[in-house]
């Protein structure tokens, strides 16, 4: 039988900006010949614009709200994935699986992601990587194990300079830089068209082709050691990329994202319509492994547990890992065709608590097809900037025009949102005009919410509110209690005479 093995390479904040998604003045030559020999997503999405979070999502099939890595893990925002969840290589490590990660890693702690591989490094010397890469590749080929191998790349993030994307960092004579003029770049319609974020835009287009160069590095590695025909791959990045209105917002520019996957003996230069969420993903490489999309230790006897960590097995103990609601898109990653909603999602969730550990916004979204419905639990909550965002030569330019715009949105708007916001995408693909408050959709309003509701339930969300309280922590404490039906306390108007009440445990119950 042939060895399923597994190459996931993970770009960081760089969302779809590459020719093979339409933005034909970035140069990504080894992206656009991945795709010419595989099957290329239009529609898939992250669950959240936040680093850690997002990669999070990737390797446990579950949002951050339901696997507690709610934020970044890093520095003194140290937010952890729960020691009880089951992860991709811990998964595929007792599966028989050779696992490593190379690069970022960016998800703790170390015993719930257990590879045993690790090169983990923060440098942009994508030859080394790919020299890291080839290297594991080798010891991949002279043992007996199929191989599931994560590459994190630090580009195209932002460095920590003023305008920066690590461009003047050292690399191996290996990596040519691209000569990149102002007038070169092509500036999206969710931000705005001024000089500084041209001046922001040419430096990424750099960190952006040099990302480019290593995967193109690391594909001629994989075929020198013979194992391209044996081997699915997979692109993507984590969120959107690192400029307002996209990265750490639920908006389109932050969450629709590249995948683009060449699966031996699959069909070449292929286009998929149909709506993928990251929580699918990991389904996606059990099944491929031949483990199956609902792969779990769960019922693991005990004799057989040798691969399994110490913490794991010890705070199996205490809880299970959530059932995982994704699923295997195998089965229909070689079609071109729109599948209907009977066959297929035509609807995805996404959930948003933390980026930086003082930048608390929760919000949840249902995206469908054709409506974007959010849910801005914290709206009475300015929206806080990450900290690189809000330095960055982009965000001067925003705040110094006369009006500031980002986009098509007020600067005002994207600072301050309402509780709900709902928008047509099919007439209003910016994402700026809220549908919430017209009479004319309050029945698609109410339909959406309450399906959101119910997948907040379902999923376990604390961030389910009812009265400013979370319903699920009410139903754990007073589960006979009946509180308003709102999402906030009044802080005007406190009493719970003359209002509607409902019971903790019955919110969220309509599907």
Avoid at 11 to 36: C, E, F, I, Q
Avoid at 147 to 154: D, E, K, Q, R, S
Avoid at 471 to 482: F, N, Q, T
Wanted: one cysteine or more; aromatic letters at 10%.
């Amino acid at each position: 039988m042939m060895p399923r093995n597994i190459l996931l390479m993970i770009a960081d904040d760089l969302g779809n900006y590459t020719g093979s998604y339409g933005v034909s003045s970035v140069k990504t030559p080894s992206l656009d010949k991945l795709a010419s020999e595989g099957v290329r997503f239009t529609s898939a999405f992250a669950s959240t614009a936040s680093c850690s979070g997002s990669r999070s999502t990737i390797y446990t099939g579950l949002h951050t709200h339901e696997n507690g890595q709610y934020g970044l893990n890093i520095f003194k925002t140290h937010f952890q994935t729960f020691p009880h969840i089951e992860t991709a290589p811990l998964l595929l490590n007792h599966g028989g699986y050779l696992t490593g990660i190379l690069g970022k890693v960016h998800v703790g702690p170390d015993e719930v992601y257990p590879w045993t591989w690790r090169r983990e490094s923060g440098s942009r010397d994508v030859a080394w990587v790919a020299d890291q890469a080839e290297e594991f590749f080798q010891e991949a080929k002279n043992g007996s194990k199929p191989f599931f191998l994560t590459i994190g790349y630090v580009d195209p993030h932002r460095d920590l300079t003023r305008g920066g994307f690590g461009n003047e960092d050292p690399v191996d004579g290996r990596v040519q830089p691209l000569d990149v003029q102002l007038e070169d770049v092509e500036i999206p319609h969710w931000l705005p068209d001024l000089h500084e974020t041209c001046l922001d835009f040419v430096q990424y287009y750099k960190a952006i082709n040099r990302m480019d160069q290593g995967i193109g590095m690391v594909l001629q590695a994989l075929a020198r050691q013979g194992l391209a025909d044996d081997t699915l791959v997979i692109f993507t990045s984590d969120n959107g990329p690192p400029f307002i209105n996209a990265k750490t917002t639920l908006y389109d520019a932050g969450t629709r994202l590249p995948m683009i996957i060449r699966r031996p003996g699959g069909p070449s230069g292929t286009t998929n319509p149909n709506m993928i969420s990251f929580i699918d993903l990991l389904p996606t490489l059990l099944d491929w492994a031949g483990l199956g999309p609902g792969y779990s230790l769960s019922a693991v006897p005990s004799d057989q547990r040798s691969l399994l960590t110490p913490g794991y097995l010890l705070n199996k103990q205490k809880a299970d890992s959530p059932p995982r609601l994704g699923r295997s898109f195998l089965p229909i990653l070689d079609r071109t065709d729109l599948l209907p909603e009977s066959q297929w999602q035509h609807h995805v969730f996404g959930s948003h608590t933390y980026h930086e550990l003082q930048n608390y916004w929760p919000t949840r979204i249902l995206r469908s097809r054709r409506y974007k419905y959010h849910r801005n639990i914290a709206w009475r909550l300015d929206f806080p900037f990450a900290s690189d965002l809000y330095a960055s030569l982009t965000f001067e330019g925003v705040r110094n025009a006369d009006p500031p715009m980002i986009g098509k949105r007020p600067l005002k708007n994207y600072l301050f949102r309402p509780a709900e916001e709902l928008f047509d995408l099919e007439t209003d693909p910016d994402e700026v005009v809220n549908l919430a408050t017209d009479r004319a959709y309050a029945e698609l309003l109410l339909k959406l919410r309450s399906t959101l509701e119910a997948w907040q339930k379902q999923t376990g969300d604390l961030w389910l509110l009812r009265d400013g309280c979370s319903v699920k922590m009410l139903s754990r404490y007073a589960g006979e209690l009946e509180v308003p039906d709102r999402f906030d306390i009044d802080a005007d108007d406190t009493r719970t005479k003359g209002v509607k009440l409902v019971n903790p445990a019955s919110v969220g119950s309509i599907a």
